[in-house]
């Protein structure tokens, strides 16, 4: 006797259990089998510094649904965890845990500091590696890799050396985003701008060889010590003597140029422009084309250095207050306006941007894009959703070269070695004893790491070994599908493809997937401060993990925000224990057919002997094949949807309705179990990759009541992903069993409407005239779930004008008879056929035109407008008969 399953799900208890069994049987790592084309999903690495949000939850449950499903339909699936050392965001972490106990990195020098970063890395993987299992994520353990893993170094080592061998990578000095903070370049995409209300101040430069001033125009006056000229447009009157002279820097009385550039816009301020090279990526270039001088004004902390004079070690705003009074005192300051400006600021610790000349390594990314952009023309690579695609391009096409360099201790230490005797560079994937060039050993390696970004540009192929030729690079390269939020296109799958295509020769991945952002149920983006974050541990505890997956992704399309709030999380659990108590109720009725000795099949051949069995596979057959194709075309959300109303509704309020009547009258035979059992299976089979547990649990718990009988796999983790059996596609029976749905519907809502006792029985007499004897067929299950005797069915030839006052219902394949006995009054009868007719009639207009237009008719597919002939029968013929129910009322 199998356990009783216990009246509610519990998906605490449930949970655990499985993930655990799942791991021993060892069915999250795939086996290499050459016949078979293997899917492969590289999981988008999370932060070491990262605790579990939304996002990742969101990212595990669509990997895992594709990996699942591949999985079941049998392919050797691999989904290759890891994670990301996440440079800057480490340090900073490290940096704070150091500040805590009075310490900066300096106190403890590098190699302590990295042994502290190490320790915290190896703390948040264990976490992260948790709640990926919380998740439910089936991923191979087995393949966990990290980017600082000696593997995934070489391969950024590797890389380093090819690219700068070919010319791709290069030492400069440019100008890069500095963050004082983080004492680091960072790249153009780890700025975010802000608009800032500043102020244009509009300062007097004295000529040096006469009186009078030329007024130049700046929002940043500490960066004036590094000026180097004053530029105006060659094509402006109003200075075009002054051009060739100088003007004196106040207060430090510096000499510099007035220059002419065509890059000066006249209508800007004054016209005169301050040229400060080494602060501002324009006056850079400028300064590129007339050959100035670089004067760096600050410190890496961003207080001013020995280029300020007098403001010497004055932190850069503190500076520019000083500095203003100073001018003010010597009437240099003409005016300030008000001015709103957009101004960089770094990702990671939100401090104000410095832009300044610096010595940093950079890639030459041109030529890479150039085939990273044909991958994706060429159709070798398609980006989910399309209209990404042209972003993708733009970007692509405008790339500029990537600053790689990093001024921290945590990450990949940039593999080159300067020599002291020669001052040549040793460029090596592995350590060198001697300088390549005159062979001196006094070499010292760069002090800089590489860009986090720089790793994780390699991870589809460093993490299955390349460079070495493995198996799994082999077996596993190119992957499927790389999976992750539109936000990162750029910082991520583009360098991925680029560097993809470049170290191997192929692209990286087919298929990029973008999911969307997650906003709460009002479309508003989930902050702290506004209160409405939701926390997927809390979610998980109070509503289960399938129920959050669920609500994650049901109805989601891709590249399409998902608002998510209380009311998904509470229908998905709904759904759970509808699903829970709908199997329950089969599981029970099993135990009692055995008990009984009769047999019991859970796989029927041919075609079943009733209605109600025939649509019910049919309509099963016709989810299976809509599914497939969904899932092909990573509709998951909509696959998920339509999954939920079959097993709602079709299934669990009508087919479990029906059969329950069957079971309860043993002359109703033949029993409608194995319908019941190959449904519940089959459902379960499809909804396994969106909701791994509760469908565990119902598998193992069916399973246990076919005893001996079964062929069910272990898991159903390795069942067969459905397949259609497009023969069981019954229109007849969905049509007959529609009609009868729309009875008992009709009836109910009738009862509703007239608030009649739910206890109370009817009389009632249905029409009809082709259908007629199928719907006879389903008599004894209209009767008892609309609740009516004595209930007649009968032929459209046999009705009689009405004696009694009566009710009509005029439905698509019948009319409803319900004599009133007082319930309704006639005229109330009258004005509801009035409207019924009106509502046809409009519909009937709106169906005509519809198939008069020259334009629908030209476009449409011929079953498409079929189809709307046919609605168009259907409503006249409905509308027939309302004349006619109207003219018995009189
Ligand atoms: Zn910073
Ligand atoms: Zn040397």
New binding site residues.
């Given amino acids: 006797m199998p356990e009783q399953s216990p009246k509610a799900y519990e998906p605490g208890k449930i949970e655990s259990k499985w993930y655990e069994f799942w791991l021993e049987q060892g069915y999250f790592t795939p086996k290499i089998d050459h016949q078979k084309k293997p899917f492969v999903v590289i999981m988008p690495p999370p932060n070491v510094t990262g605790k579990l949000h939304l996002g990742h939850a969101l990212t595990d449950t669509l990997e895992d649904i594709m990996v699942r499903w591949h999985r079941m339909k049998g392919e050797p699936a691999l989904w290759l965890p890891g994670s990301d050392h996440a440079g ?1 965001a480490t340090q ?1 972490i490290v940096e704070q845990q150091l500040a805590g106990q009075g310490l900066s990195k300096n106190d403890i020098g590098r190699e302590r500091f990295s042994e502290m970063a190490w320790e915290w890395a190896k703390k948040s993987r264990e976490n992260i590696s948790y709640q990926h299992r919380m998740l439910g994520a089936s991923c191979d353990w087995t393949r966990d890799c990290f980017t600082l893993d000696e593997g995934p170094s070489r391969a950024v080592r590797t890389v380093f050396v090819h690219l700068y061998d070919k010319g791709l990578i290069y030492r400069g000095e440019r100008i890069i985003n500095w ?1 004082p ?2 004492q680091t370049a ?1 790249s153009d995409l780890e700025v975010d701008h802000k608009d800032i209300e500043g102020h244009l101040y509009y300062i007097r430069y004295p000529l040096a060889e006469q009186e009078g001033f030329v007024t130049v125009a700046t929002t940043r006056p500490e960066t004036f010590f590094g000026d180097t000229a004053v530029a105006v447009n060659p094509e402006d009157k109003r200075y075009r003597s002054m051009v060739g002279k100088e003007v004196i820097l106040p207060v430090i009385n510096k000499k510099i140029p007035i220059i002419a550039d065509a890059a000066v816009d006249p209508s800007f301020g004054t016209g005169a422009l301050k040229i400060t090279p080494a602060h501002d990526p324009t006056d850079f270039e400028v300064a590129q084309r007339h050959n100035l001088l670089l004067v760096n004004v600050m410190n890496a902390d961003a207080t001013m250095n020995e280029e300020a004079g007098p403001y010497a070690s004055l932190e850069r705003f503190a500076c520019r207050d000083r500095l203003l009074a100073d001018l003010r005192d010597k009437g240099l300051l003409e005016k300030m306006e008000p001015y709103r400006q957009s101004i960089g600021h ?1 990702n ?4 104000m941007i410095e832009p300044r000349v610096s010595l940093q390594w950079f890639v030459h990314t041109k030529p890479l894009a150039e085939s990273a952009i044909k991958a994706v023309k060429d159709g070798s690579i398609t980006i989910i959703p399309e209209h990404f695609t042209k972003v993708y391009f733009d970007w692509m096409e405008n790339i500029r070269d990537w600053c790689i360099s990093r001024q921290l201790w945590w990450g990949h230490r940039i593999p080159v070695w300067y020599c002291q005797g020669c001052d040549g560079l040793t460029v090596s994937v592995d350590t060198p004893l001697a300088c390549e060039h005159c062979g001196s050993n006094q070499i010292v390696q760069d002090p800089d790491v590489l860009d986090t970004w720089f790793s994780s540009a390699l991870w589809t192929h460093s993490t299955l070994g390349w460079p070495v030729d493995t198996e799994d690079l082999r077996y596993f390269y190119p992957t499927s599908v790389m999976e992750t939020g539109y936000d990162i296109l750029f910082f991520w799958v583009a360098r991925m493809i680029m560097l993809g295509l470049e170290d191997t020769g192929r692209v990286p991945f087919h298929t990029v997937y973008l999911h969307g952002l997650i906003r709460d149920e009002n479309g508003e983006k989930m902050s702290k401060l506004r209160g409405n974050v939701i926390d997927p541990v809390e979610a998980i505890s109070e509503y289960g993990i399938d129920a959050l997956r669920f609500a994650l992704t049901t109805g989601s399309s891709p590249g399409n925000d998902i608002n998510l709030g209380k009311g998904r999380l509470e229908s998905s659990r709904n759904f759970v224990n509808k699903l829970w108590n709908a199997s329950r109720f089969i599981f029970q009725s099993m135990d009692a057919e055995v008990v009984k000795g009769q047999a019991l099949e859970t796989t029927e051949a041919g075609r079943p002997q009733c209605i109600e069995d025939r649509w019910i596979k049919s309509r099963l057959n016709r989810l299976i094949d809509d599914v497939g194709k969904l899932m092909g075309s990573f509709q998951f959300g909509e696959a998920e949807q339509q999954i939920y109303e079959f097993v709602w509704s079709e299934f669990c309020d009508w087919y479990i309705e029906i059969a329950k009547i069957r079971l309860r009258n043993d002359d109703l035979m033949p029993s409608p179990l194995p319908y019941l059992v190959s449904t519940l299976e089959k459902s379960m089979c499809l909804l396994h990759p969106f909701m791994p547990y509760i469908t565990e649990e119902l598998w193992h718990r069916l399973k246990q009541c076919l005893p001996g009988k079964s062929q069910m796999p272990a898991s159903i983790m390795i069942a067969q992903y459905p397949v259609a059996d497009k023969k069981s596609i019954d229109a007849e029976a969905e049509r007959t069993m529609e009609a009868v749905i729309e009875i008992i519907r009709s009836i109910r809502n009738t009862r509703a409407q007239h608030k009649i006792k739910s206890n109370r029985w009817i009389e009632a007499q249905v029409y009809a005239d082709e259908l007629l004897p199928d719907i006879a067929s389903q008599a004894k299950f209209i009767e008892t779930l609309a609740r009516v005797r004595p209930l007649d069915i009968l032929s459209r030839v046999e009705r009689r004008p009405e004696e009694k006052e009566t009710l009509v219902l005029v439905l698509k394949e019948a009319e409803v008879v319900i004599p009133l006995a007082g319930m309704v009054d006639r005229l109330a009868e009258k004005q509801r056929l009035i409207k019924e007719r009106e509502v046809t009639q409009a519909r009937i207009s709106q169906v005509n035109i519809r198939i008069k237009d020259a334009a629908f008719l030209d476009k449409a597919p011929p079953h498409i407008v079929e189809k709307e002939r046919e609605k168009l029968h259907i409503l006249e013929d409905k509308l027939g008969r309302l004349e006619s129910e109207l003219s018995q009322l009189g």
């Fill in positions: 800057i900073v963050c903070r983080c960072i770094c990671r610790c939100r401090t």
